[in-house]
């Protein structure tokens, strides 16, 4: 099941072709996106995806996104979905077509969660960690980049969660050069020590995750330490529990790291599922 919403407020088949040949989005991953989890008819943290939407397009000098259309494809998306309890909601704003009037193109679309993340909540996963190549520094010095921006060119993450894959792994935790945390190629990384919850800063170039904000903001409440600090991978393999956050997987624990077993973080994991889903 999949539900196509356009910025003009209309539905369109996600069946038939949408988009022209010379998208930017297509031809050079020009654009940025959001994922956001439905949940029971209700967006989960509408607002900071639409906010970090608007951030990622400023990061590429886009025109802001129209909030109003987004809002309004949201809605038909939603009104129209007639599949599974959750789903992942996608919206896509990308440049427009090369040599065109400058018009960006934005779509919302629905989609079913599949059956391997709901295995990976469940029964958690295992994951590597790769160097990113950069430095903590990258991101302030070279904002041409576009670390931390959400944007359409994630074939370098895809091309993580494949050498993940090669080497007999699920997901990958992506580091500095110099061995500090960074983040999943599409998760915040979220580690416990005691009841502390740390996360790497989002100025190392990372994307400020949703659901992470969102537990941090629950456990705070419930008496909680929470720290936005670096994490030097070494800390990884022994702290009392290790997690992916995001907003479709929401928390999955990470239980074998670069092919060490970590400590059984199964409570662990149900007391933060619980902090998360107080939220809603
Ligand atoms: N980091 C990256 C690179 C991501 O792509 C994502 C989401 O896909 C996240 C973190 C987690 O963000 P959120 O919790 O808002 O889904």
Do not use: C
């Not at 959001?34 to 008819?41: A, D, F, K, R």
């Not at 998306?77 to 007639?82: A, Y």
């Not at 709901?118 to 904002?143: C, F, M, N, W, Y």
Request: proline share 6%.
């Amino acid at each position: 099941m999949r539900v196509l919403a356009l910025l003009d407020g209309t539905l369109a088949d996600p069946d038939s072709p949408q988009i022209r040949v010379e998208d930017l989005g297509l031809m050079r991953g020009d654009g940025v996106f959001e994922t956001i989890l439905v949940v029971g008819g209700k967006p989960r943290e509408l607002t900071p995806h639409l906010d970090r939407l608007d951030r990622s397009a400023a990061m590429l000098d886009m025109q802001p996104p129209p909030r109003a259309a987004f809002e309004r494809a949201v809605e038909l998306v939603i009104g129209n979905w007639t599949g599974g309890e959750e789903f992942a909601l996608k919206l896509v704003y990308t440049r427009g077509v090369e040599g065109g009037d400058g018009t960006p193109t934005g779509f919302a679309l629905g989609v079913e969660i599949g059956p391997k993340v709901h295995k990976q909540r469940a029964e958690g996963l295992s994951a590597v960690t790769l160097d990113r190549g950069i430095d903590a520094d990258l991101a302030d010095r070279a904002p041409w980049l576009l670390l931390g921006a959400k944007s359409l060119s994630y074939a370098i993450n895809m091309a993580a969660l494949r050498e993940a894959e090669r080497r007999g792994a699920a997901e990958v935790i992506f580091t500095t050069s110099d061995g500090s945390v960074l983040e999943g190629p599409t998760s915040t990384v979220v580690l416990v020590r005691g009841k502390t919850l740390v996360t790497p800063p989002s100025k190392f170039g990372i994307l400020p995750g949703t659901t992470q904000y969102a537990l941090f903001r629950a456990a705070e409440r419930a008496g909680w330490t929470v720290l936005v600090e670096p994490i030097q991978t070494s800390e990884l393999y022994d702290a009392d529990g290790l997690f992916l956050a995001s907003s479709v997987r929401k928390i999955t624990r990470v239980n074998v790291l670069d092919g060490k077993q970590l400590p059984d973080s199964s409570a662990l994991l149900a007391e933060l599922q619980g902090l998360y889903e107080s939220e809603y």
